[in-house]
């Protein structure tokens, strides 16, 4: 088994710890609400790790893709896409379909690796900016 | 004529799952475009794998969210959608 790039790794991390802290937040909403049961957190958990696990499974083929040519590199995450499309309908459909799962609880996670990212360049700015100003202090 | 109409609202959900998850091509083709010029540019500076790697995989996420939107109607469809409206239907009539 090939080694893990430190990029993917360090990426799957941050969008991991993203996905928690936005699933503790959605959990808090649904009890403000007063709409919390067990199948909000089970259809949480799911999801929350299906699209964590989607997130490092793309890593993982652009890891592999990338010592590729071009044509056979595109192929491969291609093929890696609709199949990681495929396992999340799996998940989604069983999150849907089970009465164990909430549905919303369900669905919501799987965007929230988009709102990382969003946030990503909000988070490197404000590093930056600190970098800055401890280089000025010195 | 109630077991028709019930037909044909579980078909019509059934076609618009089908339709929405023809979104879920695109990102497939986008990604694999994304990861051909990737490896080229790496081809041509290979200094600047692991920035390049970091881009990408972020452009990657951003694409197949268009897909997840597709998938979520798609079960929306398939799961919650006729219920719904076999539930109007019914109410409907009585």
């Known amino acids: ?138 | 004529m109630l077991e028709l109409a019930i037909g044909i609202i579980l078909g019509c959900c059934a076609l618009g799952a089908g339709s929405a998850m023809i979104a879920g091509i695109g990102p497939g083709i986008g990604e694999g475009n994304a990861v051909a010029a990737a490896c080229e540019a790496i081809g041509r500076q290979p200094e600047s794998r692991s920035s390049v790697t970091t881009t990408m995989l972020m452009g990657c996420a951003v694409a197949e969210t268009t897909g997840l939107y597709a998938l979520v109607i798609a079960i929306l469809l398939i799961f919650v959608a006729p219920g719904m409206f076999v539930n109007l239907l019914m109410s409907t009539i009585s």
């Open chain 1, 1 to 138: 088994m090939s080694k893990i790039d430190e990029t993917v790794k360090r990426e799957s991390v941050y969008i991991a710890a993203f996905v928690g802290v936005l699933s503790v937040l959605m959990q808090a909403v649904f009890l403000v609400a007063g709409r919390w049961d067990y199948t909000v957190l089970c259809g949480n958990l799911l999801s929350a790790a299906a699209a964590v696990g989607n997130f490092f499974l793309m890593g993982l083929t652009v890891q592999k893709a990338l010592g590729k040519g071009e044509k056979e590199a595109a192929d491969t995450m291609r093929l890696s896409q609709r199949l990681r499309l495929l396992l999340l309908f799996v998940v989604v459909a069983v999150g849907a379909a089970a009465p164990c799962f909430h549905t919303l609880a369900v669905i919501i996670p799987l965007f929230f690796p988009r709102v990382a990212i969003a946030v990503r360049p909000l988070m490197d700015k404000r590093n930056k900016n600190g970098d800055g100003k401890e280089g000025e202090g010195k």
